[in-house]
């Protein structure tokens, strides 16, 4: 049976007529069990006899009627009053051995703390499920529902069960409960007040203690200025809060604009730093270039230097000697009675000698006066451009062979033209030797020139081939290109100073 069907039982007739006798029973036997521990219970006779009659009767004033019906909380102060219920042993040792339970019983699970929001009756109110007694708050008058009613079995059943459901909904513990359940909510319950209590107790000297500390009024206005100092304080903190919100905000601003500009710098940077590895590598090839040309300069220079230190006209003409002849470009120039020397070397040998002369006048810008160089190999000759009493047997015109025409009578047989060439060949080395001097006059040939011969110390040879040994014209000739050798040595000397 819910608490909808009690209440409704005790509004309307306070006997729940709609349930049969089944439930009924069912009902009667649920009531006979501890709702915690299970053990069969036998009801007090004060609840089947002797009390009936205190249960057909229920009081309760309308105000208090009104607010249990609503669900309202009411004062907790209000208490229900029943009999007590007895287990229906008759001794100690009976309910002993007739309870099957266990020793320990868990209530934690239940909640024994008196729950103030439930429904509880005043003291006055006494549940009768056959009849409701109302007492109007503002008058006297007491209306009275089904009285003189008898009650039967069923009625008093019902309200056995309608007095324990009413006490079950106090708490949250189900009734009815043996004598040991009982006790141990009842210890449970008092260990609660106990608690409360003490805690009812600190809460007291808490508020007396905050009660002391309360601060008089001069503390109070002190507090108050202080309180509107720290709210001056708040404000001017404010101020400045905004104001460095504001600069906050600006720099900010200011930071993402340097982000961008370091973002753009650093794009640049990127593209600087790919042009710069361009130059760079293009830089390394044209050091690369210049080393390599660098080099080729100083093996250029080398070579320029070894040659400019060479002589043209030393390296075009050798002029030394082979035994008893003298040699220009190893061509032996003389003849000797036991080492006969072909005119072919001798006529090569004096074209080389009319070359180098022809070169020296040239390199020192001498133009040769009556005679005139033709340098033409083997063949060579001197031309006369001019007559000087000198030397009668010249003619203008006249071509003065420098070399001579082998024939069956060798060295017997000479052209008169050859001694000639002989002759004007040393006149013009005579001239070099004079435009020397008038450059360097410490310049003085080994050999001097006097006609047709060259002198020695103690002695002199003739060139003319004529009517002279073959010693003496091989010896002649032989200071005659030992004179060149003195000249192309001077000509060689000056250039080195002029480099230099």
Known sequence: MDQSDIDQSIVVTGISTSKSDTNLMKNTASLQKCQLCGVLLNLDSNLNEASLKQLTTTTYCQDDLDTVFSGNIVDPEMELSISPIGTGYNNEIERSTNTYFEDDIDLSSKNLEPDFKKQIPPRNFYLCPTTINIVDSTSNNQSTINTDQTVDWHSRISSITALFDMISSTTNIDHPLCEECADRVVNELDTQCIIADEEQKKYQALIKRLKSQMPDEEEIKNLEKELAALDSEEKKLRTQLEISEKEENDLIEMKNKLSQEETNLINEEQNLMLEYSNLKRQLVKLEENYESLENQHKNAKFHFNRLSSVNVLNAAFHIWHSGPFGTINYFRLGCMPDDKVEWDEINAGLGQANLLLYCLAKKIKLEFQRFRLVPYGSFSYIQVIE?????????????????????????????????????????CIKQLEERIKTKDKQFSLPYRINGDKLEDKNSSYSVKFFSNSYEHWTKALKFMLTNLKWSLAWLTSQKNNTSN
């Open 387 to 427: 007559n000087d009493s000198n030397y009668s047997g010249f003619k203008i015109g006249d071509e003065c062979n420098m070399y001579e025409i082998k024939g069956k009578k060798y060295f017997l047989m000479p052209d008169k033209k050859f001694d000639k060439g002989m002759i004007a060949f040393l006149d």
